[in-house]
């Protein structure tokens, strides 16, 4: 991976931040591999050149504005948004920087960069479907990045997605490779499986109630039979465990529509 990063013209990489909760970049600061590159450290000092990431650099203000600005006259940069748009009262719910004074709109900020990027990639659930932030009475009329901008995104869902979705969808790019995607704009090497088809706990008896280990949970609500992604067989924190490993049931956070209206599960009778 180090040797595919280490292309010099490789395109350099700007990561914006809308109406989220940070999770996803929380989640990408946890990548672990036992192969370099081995953190999320390696792959921002070594591997990439970020050119700004709101929580990551230290810019902020005019320095930040004169970056963007280099950028889009650049074109070569890969667009990556966490986060879903806000666009009431004009977008002025969202405002990363401003310039001259004047504050820029996340709205307007994403519209610019995604019509000049090389690819604009969603990280999360918000910035792909509107997930969580769009979610409810919706007072600031979150849109997804799709939606907000008219570009085609590649879409790595989850909420939040896992490191290693979020590293190679970004290897791949980097390489000048073609991701090919599903109907939801998700790469299909990391979204074609269905987690009830490769649960461990498919032939086990059903739970009833919660806190029993190694039963399925489906009674209790469990989305794993309608959600995508390898969860069983990459699991998380490091292949240490994952939602159904660990007693709760999947809540199907990779899927366009959640959270849903309705309960993320059963509660148990
Ligand atoms: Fe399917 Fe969920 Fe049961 Fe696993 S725990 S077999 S994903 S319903």
């Known amino acids: 991976m180090s040797e595919a990063l280490a292309n010099p013209s490789a395109p350099s990489v700007i990561w914006l931040q809308g109406s989220g909760c940070t999770g996803c970049t929380i989640s990408f600061l946890n990548y672990v591999s036992a192969t370099a590159p081995q953190s999320a450290a390696d792959i921002l000092i070594t591997n990439i050149n970020l050119l700004y990431h709101p929580n990551l650099s230290a810019a902020a203000g005019s320095t930040v504005a004169d970056v ?4 889009v006259a650049a074109g070569n940069f890969i667009l990556i948004v966490e986060g879903g748009v806000p666009t009431a009262f ?8 401003s310039e001259g004074g004047v504050e820029v709109t996340f709205l307007a900020a994403v519209q610019r960069l995604a019509a000049k990027a090389l690819k604009v990639v969603c990280v999360g659930n918000c910035a792909s479907f509107g997930g969580v932030s769009a979610s409810g009475s919706n007072p600031t ?11 085609t995104t590649i879409n ?15 290897v791949q790019l980097l390489q000048g490779k073609t991701i090919a995607v599903d109907t939801y ?14 649960c461990p706990f498919r032939e086990a008896d059903e739970a009833k ?3 029993v280990a190694g039963r399925c949970l489906e009674e209790l609500g469990c989305r794993g039979p309608s959600t995508y992604a390898n969860c069983p067989t990459n699991k998380w924190n490091n292949g240490v465990n994952w939602c159904i490993g660990a007693g709760a ?4 956070c990779t899927s366009s529509t959640f959270p849903g209206t309705s309960a993320l599960f059963k509660t148990a009778s």
């Open 156 to 170: 790595v869902a989850g909420c939040p997605p896992h490191p290693d979705w979020i590293v190679w969808t970004l």
């Open 249 to 252: 049931p999947c809540i199907g």
């Open 209 to 211: 109630t919660f806190g």
């Open 68 to 71: 963007i600005a280099k950028a």
């Open 90 to 97: 004009g977008g002025r719910a969202c405002a990363p920087w």
């Open 185 to 198: 704009g998700r790469p299909k090497t990391l979204y074609s499986k269905r987690i009830h088809d490769i």
């Open 141 to 151: 009329a979150v849109q997804s990045v799709k939606v907000a901008t008219g570009k």
